[in-house]
């Protein structure tokens, strides 16, 4: 009987919150805004980094793992056979 009852007040207070008091809630947006950009004032320092901004970095060279192959004309005649 005590672990009914406890049950209750705990559960009593759990349900007032879960119901809404406000009602629905309606979210109202501007529908115009204007900015006016004259008036803004920025305050700050204009400047260039200057040329040593940009550090210069080891370029690797990579060794082409294919051979150059200057004429193709072997295996155009190839395919041009598979073809017929």
């Not at 900015?35 to 803004?40: G, K, L, N, R, Y």
């Not at 200057?50 to 190839?78: A, V």
Request: aromatic share 12%; hydrophobic share 40%.
């Amino acid at each position: 009987m005590k672990k009914l009852v406890l049950l209750i007040l705990i559960s009593l207070p759990m349900v007032g919150f879960s119901q809404g008091r406000r009602g629905k809630v309606v979210y109202k947006y501007k529908k115009y805004e204007k900015f006016d950009f004259a008036d803004m004032v920025i305050e700050g320092d204009m400047g260039s980094p200057g040329d040593l901004s940009i550090t210069p970095r080891y370029q690797r060279k990579f060794k082409n793992p294919l051979p150059i192959r200057w004429d193709f004309r072997p295996q155009i005649r190839k395919a041009i056979e598979r073809i017929r």
